[in-house]
């Protein structure tokens, strides 16, 4: 018998896409997944595997080099379909910077080299001028205010039709002019942001877990207090935006 | 062209620690760097890595120092071009001559690709690739880029460890007779962990060449090196395999310097001077017991600090920030392999980013005591509830440390210093 209820997790490539602390969202999951009173599983998705896992209930990929993008591009497109069918059937997955891109339709590196996505998003990638490496503030209607971390030199296009997470209060985001910030699709959500982004923005964790339990056992579990140090992190996130960058607090009135 | 009066305003002015004194003089004479060294008999050494620079820098000095040599060097800290005009200034006579034979200096990683071409080092250590403040130079291979402008503009040998697969590439690019090795490993190497396979995009093959300089057992502070044909027993009281990694290249590069030539006496006396502390760290005596404060500036550092030992019975604080010196992405604690702290917990965080680590213990489940955002008050606080059993350990990165020290040196009279200094 089994009254345990579990929640699997699929980590992407965690050796070659997870440069900038991204595992803290396992980590984030995990947990959050235990508070909200399922049994969490983490599955690692490696280059050599060539099906996924029975059971996914999120997916989270990170970012990595461009190197890293590489050497997973031709192992992630095996399974094109695979994510696909997942995402239309409403699996909620959290895709950051590297994985962002290549879960669009291409990505053109600083070098000139074009890599394919798997196009399940219709966003388009191409390295811009320089690197974007700040802190990164945006609204989002879903889930408020998002805090944390950029490092990457990506120009994101939405296609028509393709919604962004949020929008830039301090940052780049997706780098175009029209300010936005990473994409929405399904239950998939695209974005930048790294820091990494789930420990200080539970809003987005507790949305993944609250998916995936409606997805798999068809009920809403009830809201979970966040960790008590959410509040303190975040205010330390902001605060440190505001001094490192006294034009842009200059600029809010 | 700096007048003298000028000079030796400026070395008054430079005697301690700042960097404005060389800002100044590279202000007035760009070239002031270059020209200074080009009149050096004896060349110039470039020290470059992520990690380990002040170690190798430090132990080659003594090396050099003690076989006669008068060595120009630069202080831990100051490794971008203001401080190294700075260290000039300082070495200086009034006349403008350098009062030395030969420059041995660490020079960070990106300063280290334009300054070679300009000061043509006639040997260089290339000692690894890790992640470093990532946010400044943007990707590792990126780093590994600089490195390879630096051993291109290298006259000379260009040092490798055989076994850092993180600069192998490096070493491939480079003309086989240029490019040498040692080996500090005395055993098969680990597996390497997950921190090591996310760097391991620059490396390359295992170099076919043999290692000019090899340990060849290390046991009981006593070190076997084989030196070209010879071998040397010397003391070596330094444990930490990433220490005896870089005494290995101080090692080597004396080697590749003198040659035959090498005093093994005088090597004998310089090693035997080298001490390790706590990691790298500095200890402090205050009413409640000791406290040890280690640097850790990446998780590469801060994973290898970790492995030496067991935190079951330390007491420890974490003290992280995240201005500019010390890369404003504090995302790296994530990579920190901090479950060496779960039996024991942490007893403070604090620092610009305390909650930061509150969150990243309280996400692995890793007990805490407090959170104290005020470095000041965290320490006070932790020195307050020392327990005489055990000794505290502070974790911290750059600024926190430049902010942490002298409220320690308040507590307490300074027990022992760096052992690298």
Known sequence: MSTERELHILHLYPVEMSTYGDTGNILALVSRARAHGFVPRVDRLTADCTELPEQVDVVVGGGGQDSGQLRIEAALGRLADRFRALTEDGAPMLLICGMYQLFGNSYVTGEGTTMRGIGVLDVDTKAGVGRRSDDICVDSPEFGRLLGYENHSGITVLGEGTPALGTVVYGSGNGSEDGTEGARFHNLIGTYIHGPILPKNPAVTDWLIRTAAQRRYGVLPDPVPVPEYTEGARAQAWEQLVRAHPEFRMNRH | ?421
Not at chain 2, 38 to 58: M, Y
Not at chain 2, 117 to 123: A, N
Not at chain 2, 138 to 154: I, Y
Not at chain 2, 175 to 190: H, L
């Open chain 2, 1 to 421: 062209m700096v007048g003298k009066a000028l000079r030796a305003a400026l070395r008054a002015l430079g005697r301690h620690a700042t960097s404005l004194p060389g800002k100044v003089a590279l202000r007035l004479s760009p070239g002031l760097i270059s020209k200074s060294l080009s009149g050096l008999p004896e060349g110039v050494v470039f020290v470059t890595g992520t990690n380990g620079k002040t170690t190798t820098t430090s132990v080659l000095t003594a090396l050099l120092r003690a076989q006669g040599l008068r060595v120009l060097t630069n202080a831990s800290g100051s490794n971008m071009r203001q401080g190294i005009a700075t260290e000039i200034l300082n070495r200086s006579t009034l006349g403008g001559r350098l009062d030395a034979d030969i420059a041995v200096l660490e020079v960070d990683e990106a300063v280290a690709a334009t300054l070679a071409p300009e000061v043509h080092p006639r040997l260089a250590i290339v000692l690894n690739v890790h992640r470093d403040q990532l946010d400044r130079y943007g990707e590792v291979d990126t780093t590994a880029g600089l490195l390879a402008k630096v051993a291109a503009a290298t006259t000379g040998p260009v040092i490798f460890d055989i076994d850092e697969r993180s600069v192998a590439g490096i070493a491939a690019g480079l003309p086989s007779e240029q490019a040498v090795f040692f080996r500090s490993r005395t055993i098969p190497a680990a597996p390497p962990d997950a921190d090591e396979i996310s760097d391991a995009p620059t490396g390359g093959p295992v170099p076919q060449a043999a290692p000019v300089v090899q340990l060849l057992s290390h046991r009981d502070e006593q070190a076997v090196f084989r030196l070209g044909e010879q071998q040397v027993t010397v003391p070596l009281h330094l444990q930490a395999s990433y220490q005896v990694a870089d005494a290995t290249a101080a090692v080597a590069a004396l080697y590749e310097l003198l040659g035959d030539r090498v005093d093994t006496e005088g090597m004998s006396r310089a090693l035997a001077q080298v001490h390790p502390a706590f990691g790298r760290g500095e200890a402090f005596s205050v009413s409640g017991g000791t406290i040890y404060v280690v640097l850790v500036k990446n998780p590469h550092s801060f994973n290898t600090v970790l492995r030496q030992r067991d935190y079951d019975v330390t007491q420890v604080m974490l003290a992280m920030n995240s201005e500019y010196a010390d890369g404003r992405d504090i995302s790296w604690i994530w990579d920190v392999h901090m479950d060496a702290f779960r039996p024991a917990g942490v007893s403070v965080s604090s620092g610009g980013r305390s909650y930061d680590v509150a969150l990243r213990l309280y996400y692995d489940d890793i007990p805490l005591g407090r959170v104290v955002p005020d470095l000041e008050a965290g320490v006070r606080a932790f020195a307050h509830g020392l327990s005489a059993d055990h000794p505290g350990i502070i974790f911290c990165n750059y600024t926190s440390m430049l902010a942490i020290r002298p409220v320690l040196q308040r507590l307490a009279a300074v027990q022992g210093g760096p052992d690298e200094h």
